[in-house]
């Protein structure tokens, strides 16, 4: 079983940046299309940005301030934050191993993914 774990989470200004990774515990095939996703109280988590095979799919909220990319030879999955709201306040997931097809409305759906990491908090201030 695959074992995902998240860094990099923090409390930042309005406009400031962060990286989060997400390092799996063994290579599988399962990390072909993974995924980030986020969660405030009381709402359902939310898909933020995804990767397969080199396609990436991103959230219309964060298009052009966020940027997804992974690390194979380290096992690691990022997320480059940059120009960061208030509103990207939240509990960041790091997802693996989708099932069915991976495509441009399929990413988001978080029922699809077998494996989660703990979570990481962002918070970001006015």
């Known amino acids: 079983q695959v074992q995902l774990l998240e860094s990099g989470g923090g409390s930042v200004q309005a406009g400031g940046s962060l990286r989060l990774s997400c390092v799996a515990s063994e290579y599988s095939d399962s990390r072909r299309s993974m995924a980030w996703f986020r969660q405030t109280p009381g709402n359902e988590r939310e898909g933020v940005a995804s990767i397969s095979s080199g396609t990436t799919y991103y959230a219309d909220s964060v298009k052009g301030r966020f940027t997804i990319s992974q690390d194979n030879a380290k096992n690691t999955l990022y997320l480059q934050m940059n120009s960061l709201k208030p509103e990207d306040t939240a509990i960041y997931y790091c997802?693996?191993?989708?099932?069915?097809?991976?495509?441009?409305?399929?990413?988001?759906?978080?029922?699809?993914?077998?494996?989660w990491g703990q979570g990481t908090q962002v918070t970001v201030s006015s």
């Open positions: 997802a693996a191993d989708f099932v069915g097809r991976f495509d441009g409305t399929n990413w988001l759906r978080a029922q699809r993914y077998n494996y």
